[in-house]
């Protein structure tokens, strides 16, 4: 039979560059006596304590061991008899006796691949002479410790569970005699069956096909309501579970199961089978039940980011929804609001010079303005939602755009006792932008600048450029906003009232007006304190990126809901 099954697989080596006590204190923290060492995978040699401690004796009285201590290890090496891994037991017994050594240095093209030590072979003579299991206490412990290492490994990189049990069983064959692996997953809770989520099998290639197991007369479903673990050293001696179909192929004699328990919840069975009968030890039965403790957790977690992703894409979907209604919603709303407003333009007309009637065309005439523009920020807020809205940039010139809206805020400005402005020989700034988008930022900056004021405040509009940036600029002498709102006021339907006087308005203007920055690949800042006013900056880009279009090509941040 090859060494493979014998050998230590992945062994543990040291460089030759190490320093003595490095290695000295690696092989007592791992109670080893020979360790080799390896440069680029291929031995160099052996360290032995044994041969360590003879040359230390011959060695002068005076030498310093310190010293020797901080020398590397390349210059303690004895030689190591390296053998294939295809080699027989017992080829590898004889070589043993012939060189003198008590381990041999398993190689494959080249490279150390495993260690074979006398303990190894010893383990083979016990078991073809008295046909039992020989696998050494003092080895066990440390072959489990590295076995949960390597599962807690494996399954915190992969949430299929397939996967899972064929590495942890690839791992376990190293500590445990495996022949055959299955992990079964109870569906629900209080479910009547057990489904073999997957099976490995050592010798044969592939997975038998998935099958359902009822809890009632198996020795899973025993496991599982019982929620205790099990070995069975013959199960054709079994007389509880003699015909139970678990063996699923071949003749299988013993099995460790333990449960995958989370809390009080059992979520399934780790059953692991050999073809021998009593493979299996106590010791084995706690390895089990650790390495199925690294299952649960897997399936938990592998069962959180279903559920959070599902739970995304249906909130996704209900964003989507609530959008779309919005938009269809608003947009019939203001085709409407046309309508009443044309009937208002002839109410006003034939009015004439009756006060009264003059009074109520107005009033109705400021509510339905109100009530326009509201429908419109609510509009233009679902489709930035939908990521339906598409800038459409052209070169334009800043200066004509400000003053341009400027004059179309003057008369509001009148009335609120507000001065408005600008610097009258600033030259002209072009960049590339969406003209209405634009003017929609600044009229929405503007108007709050007005609107926020008190009066005989003012409110400026200043540009200009920097490096490749076009800054804009509206600054009031207002109320100021207090630092811990300073956030808050972009948020969906978030407004700072002020003190002063009341300002009438939905919330949306900020929220939209940061939107449309963020669109044209900008950014809008705030400098503000209370009672000596607010200073709000907003930074394009002067030229059109590639990726302007990127209402479509990249998704927008989901806009908060009202009350979340």
């Known amino acids: 039979m090859p060494l493979r099954r014998w050998m230590t697989s992945d062994p543990l080596t040291a460089g030759p560059s190490e320093t003595l006590r490095e290695v000295l204190q690696r092989m007592r923290r791992h109670r080893v006596d020979v360790l080799p060492v390896t440069l680029g995978g291929s031995v160099l040699g052996l360290v032995r304590c044994t041969d360590l401690l003879h040359r230390t004796m011959a060695e002068d009285a005076s030498a310093d061991p310190q010293a020797m201590a901080r ?51 010893a383990g083979f ?72 989520h997957s099976l ?88 089990i039940e650790l390495i199925a403790g690294h299952i649960s957790a897997a399936i938990q977690s592998a069962r959180r980011v279903e559920r959070e992703q599902r739970l995304v894409e249906e909130l996704r979907e209900v964003n989507r929804i609530q959008d779309e209604f919005l938009a269809v919603a608003t947009h019939d709303l203001r085709n409407a609001l046309q309508g009443v407003l044309a009937y208002i333009g002839i109410l006003a007309v034939r009015a004439g010079d009756d006060p009264v009637l003059a009074e109520l065309v107005g009033n109705l005439a400021s509510a339905s303005s109100g009530m326009k523009t509201l429908i419109t920020d609510l509009h233009d807020l679902a489709r930035l939602g939908m990521r339906a809205i598409r800038l459409h940039p052209t070169r334009l010139d800043l200066k004509k755009l400000a003053l341009s809206v400027l004059d179309q805020h003057a008369e509001f400005a009148r009335e609120e006792e507000v001065h408005l402005t600008w610097p009258e020989h600033e030259p002209s700034l072009f960049l590339e932008a969406d003209p209405v988008r634009l003017r929609q ?69 900020l ?17 503000s304190e209370v009672d000596r006013g607010s200073l709000f900056r907003v930074r394009l880009p002067l030229h059109r990126i590639p990726e302007q279009e990127r209402a479509i090509l990249e998704p927008l941040p989901l806009l908060p809901r009202p009350g979340a």
């Open 71 to 121: 020398l590397p290890v390349a210059d303690f090496l004895s030689d190591a008899v390296c053998v294939p891994a295809d080699l027989t037991e017992v080829e590898a017994l004889r070589r043993m006796r012939a060189a003198g050594v008590a381990v041999l240095c398993v190689v494959e093209g080249g490279r150390l691949i495993g260690t074979l030590s006398e303990g190894d072979l």
């Open 125 to 196: 003579l016990i078991e073809r002479w008295t046909g039992g299991s020989a696998r050494r206490a003092s080895s066990r412990s440390g072959n489990q410790l590295d076995v949960l290492l390597r599962v807690a490994r494996e399954s915190s990189r992969s949430l299929e569970l397939a996967t899972i049990l064929q590495e942890i069983t690839r791992h376990t064959v190293a500590a445990l005699p495996i022949d055959q692996s299955a992990l079964l997953l109870l569906p629900a809770k209080d479910s009547p069956l057990l489904v073999v």
């Open 200 to 287: 490995y099998s050592i010798q044969e290639e592939g997975h038998p096909p998935l099958e359902e197991l009822p809890l009632e007369g198996t020795l899973s479903g025993w496991v599982t309501l019982q929620r205790r673990s099990l070995r069975i050293d013959d199960l054709d001696r079994e007389a509880r579970f003699h015909d139970s179909p678990e063996r699923f192929s071949g003749r299988m004699r013993s099995l460790v199961s333990a449960p995958l328990l989370f809390r009080d919840e059992c979520l399934g069975v780790l059953n692991f089978w050999c073809h021998r009968p009593h493979a299996y030890l106590d010791s084995d039965l706690e390895l």
């Open 441 to 509: 930022v600044l009229s929405n900056l503007v108007s709050n600048a007005i609107k926020y004021n008190r009066p005989g405040g003012r409110v400026e509009v200043r540009w200009r450029q920097e490096d490749q940036e076009a800054v804009l600029e509206v600054w009031d002498n207002g109320v100021g906003i207090k630092p811990e709102h300073q956030e808050a006021i972009f948020d969906l339907f978030r407004r700072v009232a002020s003190s002063s006087r009341k300002a009438e308005g939905s919330g949306l203007g």
């Open 511 to 527: 929220t939209i007006t940061r939107q449309l920055v963020d669109l044209h690949g900008g950014r809008i800042e705030l400098n």
